[in-house]
């Protein structure tokens, strides 16, 4: 969780802001450090007979060593569930456990990844599923959840549904929730919101916030924040990270324009921000990047954002680059200091070809380390037949003398070890990285349907 705007949080933020800033210039110098053998280890393979299958989110990491996470599909119902792997005693495999499986009613096919607050309850969305009333299709605008742990001596989580989504307050989440000190929670919802023009005819998504309830109540009260039009943006897929101020930041997919003939075309997504308008329940939102506005662009953003402390942004584009179809980019953002503009840079560019050994198409987010060296996933790519299954990467800051930052591929997934890693890695304090692939796994002949991985650089 990041801390909102008291003074005493703030003072804190800043604290380790300079500390962490400190930290990396010392370490800078060393860099680039000479490549290193990295070692996959797959924790857990899922079959789809009893457990899930086809995770497609990302981890998060609980106290006692064990990760939580979902799958698409699969469970009791083959409509997702959320898991938990738990590391062995002594020497053994990792244990899988189902928390939940979803039925239509509460939710189905949750594709983003959990969050945690300082009770150990989880929290999460649902794409599709929901019993109230749907505006976009039969089975459910979606909902947001929260799963409880047991109480001493049991065993069975309980799953509370904190928001039905309806449509016009959005509509198919696929991102992960963020929580503000208070407990309030912030997400997107890729479609829905008011009706918007060209491709969103069923609303171009919104940005929301769902409040605790008073004491005394039940009901959770969800606010929309900003409901896109199109020309400000058009399918949010990654969630919202905030800043020490309370202002909110994050991608939409895709955008449209209005062309000279009266009609619309699409183009490759915005970097928004969100600011709280104050004394009011308003929000002010604008276009910090409009992407294919400059040349080797990127496209289509999908990942969420990540700040680092001194407020620079960072994110992937799964496609643009030199061409329209290219192979995506890596790309970073940072304000013009005395100004409230904002520069874009791009730090990588993925080859374009369908098998490129770098790796194409990222549409996860990033992890940075100490030593501000950026750590991801592809979707595609790696070397392997047609468009490879994926890779992991190390994307390394320069000297201060150089201008290019380097890449290096961590791992290339083979089919037999995973594919198709969709969801934004997680570290470790010692630097190993754990993650997911959405297919694939199980050994030769692969027989797995999605992975849990460690890969240790």
């Known amino acids: 969780m990041e801390h909102r705007t008291t003074q005493p949080a703030r003072r804190w933020i800043a604290i380790q802001a300079v500390m962490l800033v400190a930290l990396q210039l010392l370490m800078l110098p060393c860099l680039p450090q000479p490549a290193i053998a990295a070692t996959l280890t797959s924790l857990y393979t899922f079959m789809g007979t009893g457990d899930g299958r086809f995770p497609q989110a990302g981890l998060l990491a609980g106290p006692d060593g064990s990760f939580y996470g979902t799958t698409g599909a699969g469970g009791a119902s083959d409509k997702g569930e959320v898991f938990k792997v738990t590391p062995p005693a002594m020497g053994g495999v990792w244990e899988h456990k189902a928390l939940h499986s979803f039925s239509t009613g509460d939710g189905e096919n949750p594709s983003a990844s959990l969050i945690m607050d300082q009770n150990g309850v ?47 307050d959005g509509a198919h989440p696929t991102a992960r929730l963020f929580m503000d000190a208070s407990g309030a929670l912030y997400g997107t ?106 040349e080797n662009d990127g496209s289509g953003p999908q990942g969420d954002l990540l700040m680092d402390p001194s407020g620079a942004i960072y994110g992937t584009t799964p496609s643009g680059g030199p061409f329209a179809n290219g192979g995506g980019t890596i790309f970073r953002l940072t304000r013009v200091p005395g100004t409230n503009r904002w520069k ?114």
């Open 122 to 168: 989880l929290y999460g969305t649902t794409y599709i599923g929901g019993n109230g009333p749907c505006t976009q299709r039969g089975a459910g605008c979606g909902v947001v959840f929260k799963l409880t742990p047991p109480p001493p001596g049991k065993n069975r989580w309980k799953l509370t549904v904190l928001h039905h989504f309806q449509g016009p």
């Open 189 to 294: 919802t890729s479609e829905g919101g008011a009706n918007g023009p060209g491709d969103c005819p069923r609303g171009c998504g919104v940005v929301f916030k769902l409040t605790p309830p008073q004491p005394g109540l039940r009901k959770w009260k969800n606010h929309v924040l900003h409901s896109f039009s199109g020309p400000d943006g058009q399918d949010p897929r990654s969630g919202v990270i905030m800043d020490g101020a309370g202002a909110l930041y994050g991608t939409t997919s895709f955008r449209t324009t209005p062309d000279a003939e009266g009609g619309w075309f699409g183009s490759g997504g915005t970097v928004f921000q969100l600011t709280p308008v104050p004394g009011t329940n308003k929000w002010k939102h604008r276009a910090l990047h409009l992407f294919g506005s400059v």
């Open 344 to 457: 874009k840079v791009t730090l990588f560019i993925f080859n374009v070809s369908p098998a490129g050994p770098d790796g194409r198409s990222p549409v996860a987010g990033l992890v940075m380390d100490q030593a501000a060296a950026l750590y991801g996933v592809t979707l595609n790519g790696g070397g392997e037949v047609g468009f490879g299954w994926g890779t992991v990467f190390k994307l390394t800051p320069p000297p201060s003398d150089k201008r290019k930052w380097t890449h290096t591929v961590l791992h290339t997934f083979t089919w037999e070890d995973g594919r198709f890693p969709r969801g934004t890695l997680i570290m470790d304090g010692d630097g190993a990285l754990y993650g997911t692939t959405s297919e694939g796994g199980g050994g030769s002949p692969p027989t797995g349907q999605g992975t849990v991985f460690k890969l240790v650089p």
